[in-house]
């Protein structure tokens, strides 16, 4: 059969086929680009995630110091850290300094909570504050410690040019007063779903939503603005969104410029 035959054949059978027909075929067609689409979304999603970088799951994204989305491009951070790459990559460390101040500097690995709350258990009452170098890492841990801060009714605070990026900002917001001295570096951007063994497009997609559930919950719990988390959520894991003081100050991520009376939730 010539294609100018079928062509004339298709045309007489569309031109004397009832409405009804022509409504489910059209439906169908529709389901079918439908299918195609989410077929191709889906499978991109699974590529992009295989590519990601293994790591404890639920973690964001580690890069020390990424391009900043202030503005909607990549840009120089506002500051630069003082504390050097290799210092900041390494799992998390706690040193008692004078004053009742903690020091947590590096990346929050997976069990940094539990040696956060051994940390605090020996240090007793001599901890007042806990001051945050920390370029981020494993939520599951950034959350617990943040509880154990409020529980504990510590202060937090992120020295100038120390760094508190990626899950550190939910440390921070533990604190019962919260101090951003000048010149700190804290940024903010989207978790993901990243271990070892690779979640499907569906489970990655599920567990980016219910850990979103659990970030935001717990900022509410924390009294922070829920503006905060919006603009880590349009923010792309390989780049930060800096706060401005006055984010942070109307987020209600810190408390009062210069603060050290201590203030009640």
Same mark, same amino acid.
Request: contains cysteine; aromatic residues 6%; charged residues 20%.
């Given at each position: 059969?010539?294609?100018?035959?079928?062509?004339?054949?298709?045309?007489?059978?569309?031109?004397?086929?009832?409405?009804?027909?022509?409504?489910?075929?059209?439906?169908?067609?529709?389901?079918?680009?439908?299918?195609?689409?989410?077929?191709?979304?889906?499978?991109?999603?699974?590529?992009?995630?295989?590519?990601?970088?293994?790591?404890?799951?639920?973690?964001?994204?580690?890069?020390?110091?990424?391009?900043?989305?202030?503005?909607?491009?990549?840009?120089?951070?506002?500051?630069?850290?003082?504390?050097?790459?290799?210092?900041?990559?390494?799992?998390?460390?706690?040193?008692?300094?004078? @004053?009742?101040?903690?020091? &947590? #500097?590096?990346?929050?690995?997976? %069990?940094?909570?539990?040696? !956060?709350? *051994?940390?605090?258990?020996?240090?007793?009452?001599?901890?007042?504050?806990?001051?945050?170098?920390?370029?981020?890492?494993?939520?599951?841990?950034?959350?617990?410690?943040?509880?154990?801060?409020?529980?504990?009714?510590?202060?937090?605070?992120?020295?100038?040019?120390?760094?508190?990026?990626?899950?550190?900002?939910?440390?921070?917001?533990? @604190?019962?007063?919260?101090? &951003? #001295?000048?010149?700190?570096?804290? %940024?903010?951007?989207?978790? !993901?779903? *990243?271990?070892?063994?690779?979640?499907?497009?569906?489970?990655?997609?599920?567990?980016?939503?219910?850990?979103?559930?659990?970030?935001?919950?717990?900022?509410?719990?924390?009294?922070?603005?829920?503006?905060?988390?919006?603009?880590?959520?349009?923010?792309?894991?390989?780049?930060?969104?800096?706060?401005?003081?006055?984010?942070?100050?109307?987020?209600?991520?810190?408390? &009062?410029?210069?603060?050290?009376?201590?203030?009640?939730?």
């Amino acid at each position: 059969m010539s294609a100018r035959s079928l062509g004339t054949r298709l045309k007489t059978a569309f031109l004397t086929a009832d409405d009804g027909l022509l409504m489910r075929s059209a439906f169908f067609g529709l389901l079918a680009f439908a299918g195609a689409f989410l077929f191709v979304d889906l499978r991109e999603l699974s590529q992009a995630t295989a590519a990601l970088p293994a790591h404890d799951p639920m973690t964001t994204a580690a890069p020390v110091l990424p391009p900043a989305l202030t503005d909607g491009v990549p840009q120089a951070p506002p500051v630069a850290p003082e504390s050097s790459p290799e210092v900041l990559r390494k799992p998390i460390v706690f040193e008692l300094l004078p @004053g009742g101040e903690l020091k &947590a #500097e590096g990346s929050i690995d997976p %069990g940094a909570a539990a040696r !956060f709350a *051994a940390e605090i258990a020996a240090r007793g009452e001599y901890v007042k504050t806990v001051s945050l170098n920390s370029p981020g890492g494993s939520v599951d841990d950034a959350l617990l410690m943040s509880k154990l801060i409020r529980e504990r009714g510590l202060d937090t605070k992120v020295a100038a040019k120390a760094l508190c990026a990626s899950s550190c900002p939910l440390i921070f917001a533990g @604190g019962v007063s919260r101090m &951003a #001295e000048q010149d700190a570096v804290i %940024g903010v951007h989207q978790v !993901f779903s *990243a271990g070892r063994d690779r979640p499907s497009a569906e489970q990655a997609m599920s567990g980016a939503q219910s850990m979103t559930a659990r970030i935001t919950r717990h900022l509410d719990e924390m009294g922070i603005g829920s503006g905060l988390w919006i603009h880590a959520l349009e923010t792309p894991p390989d780049r930060l969104y800096y706060l401005t003081p006055d984010e942070m100050a109307q987020f209600k991520l810190t408390t &009062a410029p210069g603060l050290v009376a201590r203030q009640a939730d």
